[in-house]
């Protein structure tokens, strides 16, 4: 399984897409060289953060979704005062989505109570097939309860990458070697696989935007969320 796939035609979203392969222990370009054409620029400066500081930021994409619940769940119409945690995945995945999630997890056990009450960690399958409501709770559940899952996978979900400059989700085939998954008997896990966007997108108190790209530490997410949850 890799985790993305390609690229698109804006040079922002081939920025992007260098940025995301980092997650996968791919070399990143340098954050500082953004298409200033596009509107977006990157701060790779000491801006107290562990993560990339977007500027502008980047707003919360359009985004109304079915939770694990059936409730809706509008990623655009948030509280101002929550701090909003977004990752695309799914849970077939072998390596990339759990690891991810089990840090968030760490990072969220680290933080005091009244910054845990603030930080909403939301992630979204781009393998609705497989990933039924039923079998993505389960899966939550083994890193925290309390994250939100939302059932993507459509194109308001290729919309939303869009807006945040990710690479789009594309099936592929499954790789041979990958390892056993607990949702299903024998290899029918192995049917196909997901090249999906490996950041990690966060919104908190003014207007800020921040990117991760792998290689956080649960102690540096905790930091910055700290931070974030200080600033209002």
């Known amino acids: ?43 790779a400066d000491d801006d107290g953060f562990h993560g990339t500081l977007m500027d502008p930021p980047r707003p919360r994409p359009s985004l109304e979704l079915r939770t694990t619940s059936g409730e809706p769940f509008d990623i655009g119409d948030r509280p101002e005062d929550e701090i909003t945690m977004l990752f695309f995945g799914y849970t077939h995945c072998p390596d990339v989505c759990p690891t991810t999630m089990a840090d968030l997890s760490l990072a969220h056990d680290m933080l005091t109570p009244e910054v845990q009450d603030r930080v909403q960690v939301v992630f ?5 097939a497989r990933d039924t409501p039923e079998k993505l709770r389960e899966w939550l559940d083994r890193f925290d309860p309390e994250f939100t899952g939302l059932i993507g996978g459509n194109e308001a979900t290729a919309a ?70 200080a600033a209002g």
């Open 124 to 128: 979204v399958t781009e393998d609705p």
């Open 1 to 43: 399984m890799r985790v993305v796939r390609g690229g698109t035609a804006a040079s922002v979203a081939v920025l992007f897409g260098s940025l995301v392969l980092a997650g996968c222990g791919a070399d990143a370009g340098d954050p500082g060289d953004a298409d200033a054409a596009n509107g977006v620029s990157i701060i």
């Open 160 to 229: 939303a990458l869009t807006e945040l400059y990710l690479p789009e989700t594309a099936q592929v085939p499954a790789v041979s070697d990958a390892p056993a998954h607990p949702h299903d008997g024998d290899d029918a896990h192995q049917e196909y696989g997901i090249d999906h966007a490996g950041a990690v997108y966060v919104w908190g108190p003014g207007d800020r935007s921040i990117v991760y790209t792998g290689g956080t530490t649960p102690e540096q997410y905790a930091e910055d969320l700290t931070e974030l949850a």
